[in-house]
């Protein structure tokens, strides 16, 4: 590369067309990974609605072969036509008939599902009692462990469908699942409950579920992968796309992992989508999903050669327009770099004179650009180096010597005594623009000037100006009321700007008195500097006096004021970094709170959780330990005088589990019903005349009065009848379980804006600590708890949200053993209000 660093043009040249390279390489680059991006989440969209789509599919299959397999053994008529043909006492025709019941069902099953190869009852022992295919007709279970898996599922504590796995059937040539389940006899026969054969059908793998996996936009590359996942691996069910494996052959060990990761995880319970390595090692954007159901995983993908394959012709456009625009850039440069390097050689040329003691060398160049500029401030530069040079170098010193660890309050009046000293002026002054005294640089209002006179801090124009005084001929300067008498054109007066990061920060200001004879000039040109809050001009034009300012002492103070502005920048980091420092804190402490209120959350809804799960679990025990005895004595005195007596029992605790069960889902929908809902004027009488007539038939009987106390007129109330009837229904029902002796009466009123309904009993009442839970839900009074009452403690929590839905609320007034009152009120809609109003 030693060639490129010697020549300037060729630098030109390489430096254009690298530029034009980076630009275009970093185009294509956000093209290719846009367009990628791009297209990743357009086939990962595809691939997920089409995994979702088999996954439906797969389920649904599933579900209608346990339905039919369930429906057709579980059938009265299946069970009761073959306990006839089993039977040994039954005569050759009623056994010829229930045959060919039994015939036809499975017959009429098999042409309803095309996938169903082989439909047959078997007997326990594996003999093949009825088929659709004559052939069949007996001979024997081939599959003896679909036979014994679906008796021992029939064994079991609670009998469930039996299904076969994916199997290969080596006669048939094909890969089918097998669904089995007993058929029991009647319960109206002797022999009741016991095992009298099995149902088995047998389905055809590629007319179904393999078909699914086939029927989807797979495009050249695309293809489904159906897994199991076994102890020591994973084995493939289907026939896979590019794959000379056939299906249940292909088995993935545990330790290839990484490289089959998508089937392995699906079949392992994970769902998900990736760009990942395929089982067959092909690099694949790939989408799987696990089906409960079977324990299967789903897998659909599709090669990313396929996916980004657009992207090629991308690259290969922008790789012409590449060459075509460098080809341009390079024509083009040429005459560029040659304007550009011989006028620098002429500067190069002059610079080596000077650096070698020539300060005499001129440079012939003349144009009116940045170059021509460059060409008369280098001639300035040369006039002035060698004058300036001491001076700076005493400047940089001095100002070393300021910096050097020292506090910003110091360091500032340092500087400040350092222009007087270095310029030999009359005064100089610091003005920071919009100090704030609370939140700014407060460390200027200790800082001393001089020896002679201290400084001041002092506002000028919206700022804070620090003083610095020398003693000139006797009298002391002001600098504060020189900024106000001095014209802003005064030769006496230069300021330079104080320039932070991104704003002015103040100005540097220097008075120097003027001499009747006043100094020559470095540059006869005129010079300008323009500072904020003053500007200070000088010219060459003769008058009687001169400013003794030059243009060293204008650097020099340029040079103050850029360490000046190193200080102010300084102290302002540390200030903002101290204040970020205390809003970090602040916040991670908020962050902290709102992370506590959240836990405190979750947790009372986990304990909300576990106790209605409990709950349910000990309402629903008392039932079901009810049933199960008093069907096991049913069951061991089927001939009893008591066999009315155990079924009335069975019928009460069906009723209670009922009961229990409905309040529950009427309270969940209550919950999930929306705040709006469809309300009707409804008339609040006729519900509770319906209510009444519905349970006064429970007071058959029994010492206790039931008296309606209706409004005179209807009382019309915006609601949901349906609901209201079920809230009035509870209320009305609590007083009749809880009343077992006396009246029970119920009202309806309107007093100001609402609708009452008022039920009072004179049962056992409610004790006053039960008072404030009665409606949560399975709460039930300590009085209660103790009695033999059936309840769950759902009906007032379906009461209050009733009353919710309603825009109302439930209020209750009991002392215990004396009675209690419970008021139910709604908003009257606005024309009964109104019409109520005009009456009084």
């Given at each position: 590369m030693?060639?490129?660093?010697?020549?300037l043009?060729?630098?030109i040249?390489?430096?254009?067309?690298?530029?034009?390279l980076?630009?275009?390489?970093?185009?294509?680059?956000?093209?290719?990974?846009t367009?990628?991006?791009a297209?990743?989440?357009?086939?990962?969209?595809?691939?997920?609605?089409?995994?979702?789509?088999k996954?439906?599919?797969?389920?649904?299959?599933?579900?209608?072969r346990?339905?039919?397999?369930m429906?057709?053994?579980?059938?009265?008529?299946?069970?009761?036509?073959?306990?006839?043909?089993l039977?040994?006492?039954?005569?050759?025709?009623?056994?010829?008939?229930?045959a060919?019941?039994?015939h036809?069902?499975?017959?009429s099953?098999?042409?309803?599902?095309?996938?169903?190869?082989?439909?047959?009852?078997a007997s326990?022992?594996?003999?093949i009692?009825?088929s659709?295919?004559?052939?069949l007709?007996?001979?024997?279970?081939?599959n003896?462990?679909?036979?014994?898996?679906?008796?021992?599922?029939?064994?079991?504590?609670v009998?469930?469908?039996?299904?076969q796995?994916?199997e290969?059937?080596?006669?048939l040539?094909?890969?089918?699942?097998?669904f089995?389940?007993?058929?029991r006899?009647?319960?109206?026969?002797?022999?009741?409950?016991?095992i009298?054969?099995v149902l088995?059908?047998a389905a055809?793998?590629?007319q179904?579920?393999?078909?699914?996996?086939?029927?989807?936009?797979?495009?050249?590359t695309?293809?489904?992968?159906?897994?199991?996942?076994?102890?020591?691996?994973?084995?493939?069910?289907?026939?896979?796309?590019?794959?000379?494996?056939?299906?249940?052959?292909?088995?993935?060990?545990?330790e290839?992992r990484?490289?089959?990761?998508?089937?392995?995880?699906?079949?392992?319970?994970?769902?998900?989508?990736?760009?990942?390595?395929?089982h067959?090692?092909?690099?694949?954007i790939?989408v799987y999903?696990?089906?409960p159901?079977?324990?299967?995983?789903?897998?659909?993908?599709?090669?990313?050669?396929e996916?980004?394959?657009?992207?090629?012709a991308?690259?290969s456009?922008?790789?012409?327009?590449a060459?075509?625009?460098?080809?341009?850039t390079?024509?083009?440069?040429?005459?560029?770099a040659?304007?550009?390097?011989?006028?620098?050689?002429?500067l190069?040329?002059a610079?080596?004179?000077v650096?070698?003691?020539?300060?005499?060398?001129?440079?012939?160049?003349e144009?009116?650009?940045e170059?021509?500029?460059?060409?008369?401030?280098?001639?300035?530069?040369v006039?002035?180096v060698?004058?300036?040079?001491q001076?700076?170098?005493?400047?940089?010193?001095m100002?070393?010597?300021?910096l050097?660890?020292?506090?910003?309050?110091?360091a500032?009046?340092?500087?400040?005594?350092a222009?007087?000293?270095l310029?030999?002026?009359e005064?100089?002054?610091?003005?920071?623009?919009?100090?704030?005294?609370?939140?700014?640089?407060?460390?200027?209002?200790?800082a001393?000037?001089?020896?002679?006179?201290?400084?001041?801090?002092?506002?000028?124009?919206g700022g804070t100006?620090?003083?610095a005084m020398?003693?000139?001929?006797g009298?002391?300067?002001?600098?504060?009321a020189?900024l106000f008498?001095?014209?802003?054109?005064?030769?006496e007066l230069?300021?330079?700007?104080?320039?932070?990061?991104?704003?002015?920060?103040?100005s540097?200001?220097?008075?120097?008195r003027?001499?009747?004879?006043?100094?020559?000039?470095?540059v006869?040109?005129?010079?300008?500097?323009d500072?904020?809050p003053?500007?200070?001009?000088?010219?060459?034009?003769?008058s009687?006096?001169?400013?003794?300012?030059?243009?060293?002492?204008?650097e020099?103070?340029?040079?103050?004021?850029?360490?000046?502005?190193?200080?102010?920048?300084n102290?302002?980091l540390?200030?903002?970094?101290q204040?970020?420092?205390n809003?970090?804190e602040?916040?991670?402490?908020?962050?902290?709170?709102?992370?506590?209120?959240?836990?405190?959350?979750?947790t009372?809804?986990?304990?909300?959780?576990?106790?209605?799960?409990?709950n349910v679990?000990h309402?629903l025990?008392n039932p079901?330990?009810?049933?199960?005895?008093?069907?096991?004595?049913?069951?061991?005195?089927?001939?009893?005088?008591r066999r009315?007596r155990?079924?009335?029992?069975?019928?009460?605790?069906?009723?209670?589990?009922a009961?229990?069960?409905?309040?529950m889902?009427d309270?969940?929908?209550l919950?999930?019903?929306?705040?709006q809902v469809?309300?009707?004027?409804?008339?609040?009488?006729?519900?509770?005349?319906?209510?009444?007539l519905?349970?006064?038939?429970?007071l058959?009987?029994?010492?206790v009065?039931?008296?309606?106390?209706?409004?005179?007129?209807?009382?019309?109330v915006?609601?949901?009848?349906?609901?209201l009837?079920?809230?009035?229904?509870?209320l009305?029902?609590?007083?009749?379980?809880?009343?077992t002796?006396?009246?029970?009466?119920i009202r309806?009123?309107?007093?100001?804006?609402?609708i009452?309904l008022?039920?009072?009993?004179?049962?056992?009442?409610?004790?006053?600590?039960d008072?404030?839970?009665?409606?949560q839900?399975?709460?039930r009074?300590t009085?209660?708890?103790?009695s033999?009452?059936?309840?769950?403690?759902?009906?007032l929590?379906?009461?209050r949200e009733?009353?919710k839905?309603?825009?109302?609320?439930?209020?209750?007034?009991?002392k215990?053993?004396?009675?209690?009152?419970?008021c139910?009120w709604?908003?009257?809609?606005?024309p009964?209000?109104?019409?109520?109003?005009v009456?009084?």
């Open positions: 030693r060639w490129l660093q010697q020549s043009h060729r630098r040249l390489v430096a254009l067309a690298f530029v034009v980076f630009s275009m390489v970093t185009l294509a680059c956000v093209a290719y990974m367009q990628r991006e297209l990743e989440e357009q086939f990962s969209a595809q691939l997920n609605a089409a995994v979702d789509s996954r439906a599919q797969i389920s649904a299959w599933v579900a209608e346990e339905s039919d397999v429906f057709l053994s579980g059938n009265h008529f299946t069970r009761q036509h073959l306990a006839t043909f039977r040994a006492d039954t005569s050759a025709e009623e056994k010829a008939n229930a060919e019941v039994l036809e069902s499975l017959a099953l098999q042409r309803s599902r095309v996938d169903y190869n082989r439909i047959v009852i326990p022992t594996g003999a009692l009825i659709p295919t004559e052939q007709v007996g001979q024997r279970i081939g003896r462990a679909t036979l014994e898996g679906t008796l021992a599922a029939g064994q079991a504590a009998p469930d469908i039996y299904i796995r994916i290969y059937n080596e006669k040539d094909l890969y089918e699942m097998c089995g389940q007993v058929i006899a009647p319960d109206d026969s002797p022999e009741a409950g016991a009298l054969g088995l059908v055809d793998m590629s179904s579920v393999y078909h699914f996996l086939e029927d989807w936009p797979m495009g050249e695309g293809t489904a992968v159906l897994s199991l996942a076994e102890s020591d691996g994973t084995r493939i069910l289907n026939q896979v796309r590019f794959d000379t494996a056939k299906p249940l052959e292909r088995f993935i060990p545990l290839e990484t490289s089959a990761k998508p089937a392995q995880l699906a079949a392992r319970g994970d769902e998900g989508t990736a760009l990942a390595v395929d067959l090692g092909a690099s694949v790939t999903r696990f089906i159901e079977m324990q299967w995983g789903l897998v659909l993908k599709m090669d990313t050669s996916i980004f394959a657009p992207l090629r991308l690259l456009q922008v790789l012409l327009i060459v075509g625009v460098l080809f341009v390079t024509l083009l440069a040429f005459p560029i040659r304007t550009l390097v011989n006028p620098i050689r002429e190069v040329n610079t080596h004179a650096g070698n003691g020539n300060l005499a060398v001129s440079v012939p160049v144009r009116r650009d170059i021509g500029l460059l060409s008369r401030s280098f001639r300035n530069m006039h002035n060698e004058r300036h040079h001076q700076l170098m005493a400047v940089n010193q100002a070393s010597d300021i050097g660890a020292r506090p910003c309050d110091e500032l009046h340092d500087l400040v005594q222009a007087c000293q310029t030999d002026a005064g100089a002054a610091i003005i920071l623009d919009d100090y704030d005294c609370q939140n700014g640089l407060q460390w200027l209002s200790a001393t000037a001089s020896t002679e006179k201290p400084g001041s801090v002092t506002r000028v124009d100006a620090l003083f020398r003693n000139g001929g009298q002391s300067v002001d600098l504060s020189l008498t001095k014209p802003v054109d005064s030769p230069l300021t330079t700007p104080i320039w932070g990061q991104d704003r002015q920060l103040g540097l200001l220097l008075y120097k003027s001499t009747p004879q006043g100094r020559q000039h470095l006869p040109n005129a010079h300008k500097i500072a904020s003053h500007t200070v001009s000088s010219s060459s034009s003769s009687s006096s001169s400013s003794s300012l030059s243009l060293s002492d204008k020099t103070l340029a040079a103050l004021a850029n360490y000046a502005a190193v200080v102010i920048e102290a302002r540390v200030m903002q970094l204040q970020w420092n809003q970090l602040q916040r991670v402490a908020e962050r902290t709170h709102e992370l506590n209120v959240v836990n405190a959350q979750l009372q809804l986990d304990e909300m959780k576990t106790e209605f799960i409990y679990s309402e025990r079901i330990t009810n049933l199960k005895l008093q069907s096991d004595l049913l069951r061991n005195h089927i001939d009893s005088p009315d155990y079924v009335a029992a069975i019928a009460k605790q069906v009723d209670i589990m009961q229990l069960i409905g309040d889902l309270l969940l929908q919950e999930k019903m929306p705040a469809t309300l009707s004027m409804v008339d609040l009488n006729g519900i509770v005349r319906d209510v009444a519905k349970y006064s038939e429970h058959h009987g029994r010492p009065r039931l008296g309606l106390d209706l409004a005179d007129h209807p009382l019309t915006a609601g949901e009848p349906v609901q009837r079920r809230a009035v229904g509870h009305m029902r609590n007083a009749i379980n809880y009343t002796g006396g009246t029970i009466c309806t009123f309107l007093a100001g804006s609402r009452y008022q039920v009072q009993d004179t049962g056992i009442g409610i004790a006053e600590a008072l404030p839970h009665i409606c839900r399975f709460f009074g009085n209660v708890s103790q033999t009452i059936p309840g769950a403690g759902l009906g929590s379906l009461v009733v009353a839905l309603h825009q109302g609320e439930l209020a209750v007034e009991s215990l053993n004396q009675g209690s009152t419970f139910l709604f908003p009257a809609p606005k009964v209000a109104d019409r109520t109003a009456a009084r």
